[in-house]
């Protein structure tokens, strides 16, 4: 599609979440309601697992299936009601053969599916003192990359854990995504050290938009998530960012940035793909 526009209006909703399915995703739906009516967004996002608690053994048990459960529906009523792209952060998944995923859907403005992307890397972890968790318990991989297209631009998706594979974000890039986006679910432990780190290396190693979206806050759950949803431009500044608490993020993206950043260093074509492909390549 041919770009309509170069800038574009997201919001990022930084929610809240509970051990009660309805009320998480009721609590998106008023904060979709609420944000259209003041600044009309083109997308919006939400966040890693918001219509359940995170953790693996929560999973099953929240799990719906893709597009005709509970929460898919809710998304896809408002997509279309609002004529927006709705990133739907992400949700576990009852897929094929009873597997569970850790998915992601996106919804066009008709209403439609565009998209399921199910998390490539699962989150397995053990950080002595800090923190241990093991997503593959009870979640299986995704293995299919994203893409969307919105009004001409192309947006790569991943989930969480999927940020620190710089392959695949090097790949989005290669298929000429201008901007990819993660709903997060950070920590404690790693949240401080690597967030905003890895989501402005994303961005500068790419030259693209990096957009987060992370749950709020709650220091009585048992996954702590980091918050500080984040909007990172091409140049590796932040554009925006959240604090920890509730809180719905807007901003205009002006793609225009990243022609002109991949114009100004252009890294892509002075790559020594010559030097790299050796025999010392993956050891
Ligand atoms: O990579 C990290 O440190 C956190 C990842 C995570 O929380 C997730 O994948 O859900």
């Keep these: 599609m041919s770009k309509v526009s170069n800038i574009m209006r997201l919001a990022l909703l930084q ?6 399915k309805t009320v998480n995703v009721q609590n998106a739906v008023s904060k979709i309601e609420a944000v259209v009516k003041e600044h009309q967004p083109r997308l919006i996002t939400l966040p890693e697992c918001f219509n359940a608690p995170y953790g693996t053994k929560y999973f099953r048990e929240y799990s719906e299936t893709i597009p005709d459960g509970y929460t898919s529906q809710q998304l ?20 094929e053969n009873d597997a569970i995923y850790n998915t992601c859907t996106v919804w066009a403005p008709s209403g439609d599916l565009i998209a ?30 994203t893409t969307i297209d919105v009004d001409g631009h192309k947006i790569g998706i991943g989930i969480c854990y999927d940020i620190r594979f710089e392959e695949m974000a ?74 920890d608490g509730e809180e719905t993020v807007v901003a205009d993206i002006d793609f225009s940035l990243v022609e002109q950043v991949r114009q100004q260093i252009p890294v892509f074509s002075q790559r020594r793909l010559d030097l790299y492909a050796t025999a010392r390549h993956g050891q």
């Design 15 to 20: 929610l809240k979440g509970s051990k009660d």
């Design 76 to 95: 896809s009523n408002l997509a279309k009601k609002h004529q927006v792209y709705i990133v739907g952060g992400t949700i576990p998944e009852l897929g």
């Design 170 to 243: 090097r790949l989005y890039r290669n298929e000429g995504c201008e901007m990819i986006i993660y709903p997060a679910a950070f920590n404690m432990t790693t949240g401080p050290l690597h967030w905003e780190l890895l989501q402005r290396s994303r961005a500068n190693d790419n030259q693209l938009f990096v957009v987060t979206t992370s749950p709020a806050r709650d220091s009585s759950a048992e996954y702590v998530a980091y918050g500080h949803s984040m909007i990172v431009d091409p140049w590796a500044k932040i554009q925006k960012s959240a604090g």
């Design 116 to 145: 399921k992307h199910r998390k490539m890397h699962l989150f397995d972890i053990d950080v002595k003192g800090g923190i241990r968790f093991k997503e593959s318990e009870t979640l299986s991989a995704g293995n299919d990359f």
